[in-house]
T-cell receptor, first 114, second 114 residues
C-alpha cells in the first residue's frame, strides 16, 4: 500500500517570494504522482502529474515539481508566488499498472501575504 | 463543457434525517468516487464505482450508501447512522480505475447538521 506525507500543514510566504511545498511518499512499487490545488469552497483541480520520463514536471500557473526516486519525494515549487496562489495543495500517489486507489496527503495550506 | 456537477452546494440537515447528494458527469468516465473532506485530514474515500450497477466501500463507508444505476450518475446518501456527517463532500471521476489515476472533481457539497 502507498502512503503520502506532506511535511508542512501551513506555509505562509510573501508575494513574489519563492515557495516549496514538500511531499514524501512510500511505496513498494513504481508510482504515479500528482499535485492538486483547491481554492476555498471549491473542488480540486490537477496542477501537474508525473507518469514517467523527465523527473522535472511543469504544471499550470508556473508551478513545477521534481520526482526524486532515491528520496521518494515529489516537492512542488514556484519561483515567485502571487496572492492568487493562496489555496490548499494536495500531493497524491497511485501505484502503476494496478487498480489501487489514489492516496492523498493531508494537504498544505499556502497563504501568500502582500 | 464536460465536467462534474454536484448539487446542492450547501445543505442543512436535522439530526436523524437522511440526505442525498447528487453527482452527475458528462465526461463518459467509467469510474466515479465520493470523498469526504474535513479540515486537516485530507480526502478520505467513502465509496467508488467502476461500472454501472457495481460499487465498493472505501475507507469510511459506514453510515453512507450509494447507487450507480446510470453511467453518468453516482448519488451519495448520508444516513442517520453517520455519527458525524458535517463535512465537505467531493465527487470525482476517472476514465477507469486502471488508468494513471488522474481524477476530475466536482465543486463539492457542504453538509451541515443542525
Amino acid at each position: 500500500a502507498q502512503s503520502v506525507t506532506q511535511l508542512d500543514s501551513q506555509v505562509p510566504v510573501f508575494e513574489e517570494a519563492p515557495v516549496e511545498l514538500r511531499c514524501n511518499y512510500s511505496s513498494s512499487v513504481s508510482v504515479y504522482l500528482f499535485w492538486y490545488v483547491q481554492y476555498p469552497n471549491q473542488g480540486l483541480q490537477l496542477l501537474l502529474k508525473y507518469l514517467s520520463g523527465s523527473t522535472l514536471v511543469k504544471g499550470i500557473n508556473g508551478f513545477e515539481a521534481e520526482f526524486n526516486k532515491s528520496q521518494t519525494s515529489f516537492h512542488l515549487r514556484k519561483p515567485s508566488v502571487h496572492i492568487s496562489d493562496t489555496a490548499e495543495y494536495f500531493c497524491a500517489v497511485k501505484s502503476q499498472g494496478g487498480s489501487e486507489k489514489l492516496v492523498f496527503g493531508k494537504g498544505t495550506k499556502l497563504t501568500v501575504n502582500p | 463543457d464536460g465536467g462534474i456537477t454536484q448539487s446542492p452546494k450547501y445543505l442543512f440537515r436535522k439530526e436523524g434525517q437522511n440526505v442525498t447528494l447528487s453527482c452527475e458527469q458528462n465526461l463518459n468516465h467509467d469510474a466515479m468516487y465520493w470523498y469526504r473532506q474535513d479540515p486537516g485530514q485530507g480526502l478520505r474515500l467513502i465509496y467508488y464505482s467502476q461500472i454501472v450497477n457495481d460499487f465498493q466501500k472505501g475507507d469510511i463507508a459506514e453510515g453512507y450508501s450509494v447507487s450507480r444505476e446510470k453511467k453518468e450518475s453516482f448519488p451519495l446518501t448520508v444516513t442517520s447512522a453517520q455519527k458525524n456527517p458535517t463535512a465537505f463532500y467531493l465527487c470525482a471521476s476517472s476514465i477507469n480505475r486502471m488508468n494513471t489515476g488522474e481524477l476530475f472533481f466536482g465543486e463539492g457539497s457542504r453538509l451541515t447538521v443542525l
